[in-house]
């Protein structure tokens, strides 16, 4: 008996870049990532650019966390392990939970093309007011391997044997 295939569906997904030497004219990883996005079929909800500024970045992730319409919230850029790189502490304060096995896979697709490199990144991810949120550097290779080697399989309701869009109803239901 074979399993039946899951028809495709549609996300709004927002795209949030954190740096503070980066413009929409030449945020490069923002680019990748809403090219990569649309071509795959879901819809650019909204796109911005905030500084490397904790309270900013929550602002903005708690203001798309709490909108009904947006189903997921992907960052690149303040993952890594300068003063400025405040990203992972942002997000990780408002997670309800975190998603250890998105970092675990990035850094494993990381080693093989950047070896020991990769542990100056530090990508997360979490869910916050059920929204799936993914914390991904600003390099453009970082943000392209995400997306195609994680991002696209787990964000598509076809992939079997398991996928984050199958559980999306099921992220803020209160068990007794």
Same mark, same amino acid.
């Given at each position: 008996?074979?399993?039946?295939?899951?028809?495709?569906?549609?996300?709004?997904?927002?795209? @949030?870049?954190?740096?503070?030497?980066?413009?929409?004219?030449?945020?490069?990883?923002?680019?990748? @990532?809403?090219?990569?996005?649309?071509?795959?079929?879901?819809?650019?909800?909204?796109?911005?650019?905030?500084?490397?500024?904790?309270?900013?970045?929550?602002?903005?992730?708690?203001?798309?966390?709490?909108?009904?319409? &947006?189903?997921?919230?992907?960052?690149?850029?303040?993952?890594? @392990?300068?003063?400025?790189?405040?990203?992972?502490?942002?997000?990780?304060?408002?997670?309800?939970?975190?998603?250890?096995?998105?970092?675990?896979?990035?850094?494993?697709?990381?080693?093989?093309?950047?070896?020991?490199?990769?542990?100056?990144?530090?990508?997360?991810?979490?869910?916050?007011?059920?929204?799936?949120?993914?914390?991904?550097?600003?390099?453009?290779?970082?943000?392209?391997?995400?997306?195609?080697? &994680?991002?696209?399989?787990? @964000?598509?309701?076809?992939?079997?044997?398991?996928?984050?869009?199958?559980?999306?109803?099921?992220?803020?239901?209160?068990?007794?």
């Amino acid at each position: 008996m074979t399993k039946s295939v899951s028809k495709f569906i549609k996300l709004n997904i927002c795209i @949030l870049t954190i740096s503070s030497s980066r413009t929409l004219a030449d945020d490069k990883s923002g680019n990748v @990532l809403e090219k990569k996005i649309s071509e795959f079929g879901h819809t650019i909800y909204d796109r911005k650019i905030v500084k490397d500024n904790k309270s900013e970045i929550q602002k903005i992730v708690i203001n798309w966390g709490n909108d009904s319409n &947006i189903d997921v919230i992907i960052t690149t850029g303040g993952t890594g @392990l300068t003063g400025s790189d405040v990203t992972p502490e942002a997000l990780e304060e408002i997670f309800e939970k975190t998603i250890d096995g998105f970092s675990i896979i990035f850094h494993q697709i990381s080693y093989k093309k950047i070896k020991t490199s990769t542990v100056q990144s530090r990508a997360t991810a979490g869910i916050y007011n059920g929204k799936f949120i993914f914390a991904l550097p600003g390099s453009p290779n970082a943000v392209a391997d995400g997306w195609d080697e &994680i991002l696209k399989f787990q @964000l598509d309701s076809r992939h079997q044997p398991c996928n984050f869009v199958d559980i999306m109803p099921r992220l803020t239901e209160i068990v007794n």
